[in-house]
């Protein structure tokens, strides 16, 4: 199977910055699509943004303009750059992958990270 591990997360001031990454390991044969998901007490699990493997992005409206999401498919990782935070950005955010495993990626699989923490507040 495949694990995903992320980390970044903290807490930061409004206007603040941080960077979350997340590496995937495992029978990995490729990954098609990786992205970066959040839950906030009492909301429901949202999109925050997703990257194919050629590149093409995209990105919730609340974020679009402040988050910056990229990979490196040399070491199955993917990576959330997140500017001018609010504190509505105040979540556990989640990494996603989807791909197949071996090298014949016969079996498919769709694997989540354990989640990291990210506090905005003054």
């Known amino acids: 199977q495949v694990q995903l591990v992320e980390s970044g997360g903290g807490k930061v001031r409004p206007g603040g910055s941080l960077r979350l990454s997340c590496a995937a390991s495992?029978?990995?044969?490729?990954?098609?699509?990786m992205g970066w998901y959040r839950q906030a007490p009492g909301n429901q699990h949202e999109m925050v943004a997703t990257i194919t493997a050629s590149g093409g992005t995209n990105y919730a409206a609340s974020v679009k303009g402040r988050f910056s999401i990229s990979r490196d498919n040399a070491k199955n990782s993917v990576y959330l750059e997140m500017n001018n935070l609010k504190p509505e950005d105040t979540a556990v955010y989640y990494c996603n992958a989807d791909g197949a495993l071996g090298s014949d990626y016969a079996v498919p699989f769709n694997s989540w990270g354990q989640g990291t923490q990210v506090t905005v507040s003054s």
């Open positions: 495992g029978s990995i044969g490729t990954i098609y699509n």
